[in-house]
């Protein structure tokens, strides 16, 4: 009973100072800790700037050298952020319509199914990565063949096996992102492209470069994340199937049951801020032009604020946990990573009596004096049939 189990290593360094430290690539990052620290950080978007000069700063492993296009709207700070927000919000909720659940249902049974019908699955690569991409067609509202190309890229588009960020691997989303562009001004159809590419924000049209940095958000943010969520789910439910049991006979826990396993994974470790002035947090001098970072993982484990905060208790009845981020940039695809979340385990419950993890690679971030299991490398896993 041990794979799904993910340690909190942040509790001594939360407890003693309320951050920790971490050196990357020659741009220190101070994390913050606390539940209430985190929030507080992430509300004060003037003295922790998202949508600073340099692009990809924010994020941890920062990403300067791989990439020039700015995310929208995760690198856009108010009040310009809003424009943006309200112009795709309503596009990120298609998941509550009953079509989109119709055809996202469709595709998880499938992949589900698929995995009954095999002695074994390694549930990364032949699993999530390939739900997660062809659930990304409807979000995208784009055919289903698209997700064929985007399963042979592998679990995280700049990333590759032996490099932390890989640019070469990052020029491939671009230019196929470029591609997809022009094909949709030369063709328009009902894609998310083509609502990009025929808005107006602010009275103006949107560049192809504000285009593409909506669209490599979409494919970005919710890549590796959504593929951990799934992946280690079934992890937890392989080792806990009195827990898969009882999502049978006790379907109305459902919804708390799935927030409680985002909290108890993180599948975001954390998100940066650049700080524009000089401040303080946790009593702490933070100079201005230096990065912080919102360690939304340690906060969910902050023992204040969650009893029993190292264990998954489906049914925990408070849980404002800040896996999806907190404030202006709450997560943009949080909507379709809870649909998946709930059909996915509403399949499960209904098909599979029972997994075992045959085999499990952990993946582990490093993060300089912490190391923290975010989801598993590779994992095989035997699905039996209800
Ligand atoms: C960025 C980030 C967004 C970043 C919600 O997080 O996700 C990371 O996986 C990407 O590498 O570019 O999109």
């Known amino acids: 009973m041990e794979k799904s189990k993910f340690e909190d290593p942040f509790k001594e360094a939360r407890q003693d100072k309320g951050f920790g430290e971490m050196n990357d690539q020659n741009d220190p990052v101070k994390m913050i800790l606390g539940h209430k620290d985190v929030r507080k950080c992430a509300h004060n978007w003037k003295t922790f700037q998202s949508g600073g000069e340099e692009v990809g700063r ?4 920062s990403e300067v050298h791989i990439r020039d296009t700015r995310q929208i709207p995760f690198e856009v700070d108010p009040p310009q952020h809003k424009s943006y927000r309200d112009l795709i919000d309503p596009w990120f909720k298609r998941p509550l319509e009953a079509d989109y659940q119709t055809k996202l ?40 063949e698209a997700s064929e190309l985007w399963i042979s890229w592998g679990t995280h588009v700049f990333r590759s096996e032996d490099t932390a960020l890989d640019s070469d691997k990052a020029n491939i989303l671009y230019d196929y992102i470029d591609a997809q562009i022009d094909k949709t001004i030369a063709n328009p159809d009902d894609s998310l492209y083509a609502l990009l590419l025929n808005a107006e924000i602010d009275g103006r049209k949107l560049s192809k470069e504000e285009v593409k940095g909506v669209v490599i958000l979409t494919f970005a943010g919710g890549r590796d994340t959504v593929i951990n969520a799934v992946t280690n789910s079934i992890a937890y439910f392989a080792e806990h199937p009195k827990s898969l ?41 933070i100079k201005a032009q230096s990065r912080i970072s919102m360690c939304w993982a340690s906060a969910n484990r902050d023992e204040r604020v969650f009893e029993n905060a190292n264990e998954v208790v489906l049914d925990r009845k408070v849980n404002p946990h800040v896996a999806f981020g907190f404030g202006t940039h709450n997560c943009l695809g949080a909507t379709h990573a809870r649909q998946i979340m709930k ?44």
């Open 58 to 61: 924010i994020v941890v492993p």
């Open 105 to 144: 249902t469709e595709i998880i049974e499938k992949v589900v199914e698929d995995a009954l019908a095999e002695d074994n699955v390694e549930v990364v690569e032949e699993f999530a990565l390939k739900l997660q991409s062809r659930a990304l067609t409807l979000l995208l509202n784009i055919p289903f």
């Open 245 to 285: 049991e009882r999502l049978r006979e006790q379907p109305e826990i459902l919804n708390t049951a799935i927030e409680e396993l985002i909290r108890y994974f993180s599948p975001l470790t954390q998100m940066g801020r650049v700080v524009t002035e000089d401040t303080q947090v946790c009593e702490h001098a």
């Open 343 to 386: 059909i996915l385990l509403t399949t499960l419950s209904k098909k599979v009596a029972s997994m075992e993890i045959i085999e499990a690679k952990e993946n582990i971030e490093g993060l300089d004096q912490f190391k923290r299991k975010v989801g598993f490398d590779s994992l095989q896993v035997q699905f039996n049939t209800l």
